[in-house]
Structure formats: structure tokens, C-alpha cells
């Protein structure tokens, strides 16, 4: 028997949100701390969200300012939390800016993440060369030496740090930097 497509479940999509009311602030802080126990997010990014929601701007403001006093929403940690995860996965400064600046996080947060991602870029290098290279041995040939530095360079690297850190994976002779292995 087939299903007749008129009236009931029309215009319901599961997975849609529910209908709010968008001044209820309880209901947005309560979603708010639901979106925040997946994934930490920047007051940007939770205000985008809720707003997507269905709440009114003022509404999701004041539920973010609410749980930002508590301590929930901190855009400090997250730029430290992500910076560093993104620095141990091979991304250079470049691209982990770019992700700040993506998420929201306001202009002071992103330059003091600068200031404290400065130097260093040489052991995130190594790490994003060792993966790129799947585990190859030995100094690469000049056409995987482009492609590397390529590859680098869209993960974040300047091209200076690249180069260095190129420099030294060529020279030893069993393609480890600084003489490992």
C-alpha cells in the first residue's frame, strides 16, 4: 500500500531543530551548554550558533556572556588548546592564525597566540615532513623535495622555515633531521 505524500510529517526533516522561543534564555543557555560539551567553541562561534538556532542576538549574547563568567567559554584557552594541537599535528602558524581567526577568536587573543608561536616551527616542520614522506628513508629526491615544500607551505610554514628544515632532511645522509636515527 503506498504512502500518500499529503499531511502529516509534510515539512518535518528529522534532525531539524525544534521551533524556540527566541528570547527564552534559559533554553539558550542550556543549548549553549550542549554545543560546548562536543566541542569547545569561541563566543563567536557559540553566538553564530545559537542565533542559527532560532534566539535572538541579544538573547544567545546574554547566554554566552552568562557562561563565559563561569568560566565555560574561554576564547584564551581555546586558542592555546588549538594552537597546540594543530602545532603537534604538522600545521605552522600560518594556517593555526587562520583557524583563530576562522572561530571568532578576537584580534588581542590571536596576536598574543602569535607572539607565543614564534620559533619552534622546526619540530612541527619535521613532524609534517615525516608524515608526508609516509616513512621514506633517506634524503628525498629534488622532485619530492617541491612537493614537500609545497605541501608545507598550505599546512601553514613560512617558506624560510621550510627551506631550513628542507636544507637538513637533504643533508643526512639517512634523510633524518639533525642527524637522528
Keep these: 500500500m503506498p504512502l500518500s505524500r499529503s499531511g502529516g510529517g ?8 525544534a521551533a524556540v522561543d527566541p528570547e ?5 543557555t542550556a543549548m ?18 545559537l542565533e542559527g538556532r532560532g534566539y535572538a542576538p541579544s538573547t544567545a549574547a546574554e547566554a554566552v556572556d552568562r557562561l563565559a563568567v563561569r568560566g565555560w567559554v574561554d576564547d ?14 604538522g600545521y605552522g ?6 583557524d583563530l581567526v576562522a572561530r571568532g577568536v578576537d584580534p588581542e587573543t590571536v596576536s598574543r597566540t602569535a607572539g607565543e608561536l ?7 616542520i619535521r613532524i609534517a615532513a615525516e608524515r608526508l614522506r609516509h616513512g621514506h628513508a633517506g634524503p628525498p629526491p629534488p622532485d619530492e623535495v617541491r612537493r614537500l615544500a609545497a605541501a608545507l607551505q598550505r599546512r601553514g610554514f613560512d617558506m624560510t622555515d621550510i627551506r631550513a ?4 632532511l ?12
Excluded: M, N, Y
Design 10 to 17: 509534510r515539512g518535518h526533516h528529522p534532525g531539524a531543530p
Design 24 to 28: 527564552d534564555r534559559q533554553a539558550a
Design 32 to 49: 549553549a551548554q550542549r554545543l560546548l560539551a562536543i566541542t569547545d567553541r569561541s563566543r563567536v562561534e557559540l553566538q553564530r550558533r
Design 76 to 89: 584564551a584557552r581555546l586558542a592555546e588548546d588549538l594552537a597546540r594541537r594543530r602545532s603537534s599535528h
Design 93 to 98: 602558524r600560518r594556517r593555526v592564525l587562520a
Design 118 to 124: 614564534t620559533g619552534g616551527q622546526g619540530e612541527a
Design 165 to 168: 628544515e628542507l636544507r637538513r
Design 170 to 181: 637533504c643533508s643526512d645522509p639517512e634523510g633524518h633531521p639533525d642527524g637522528e636515527g
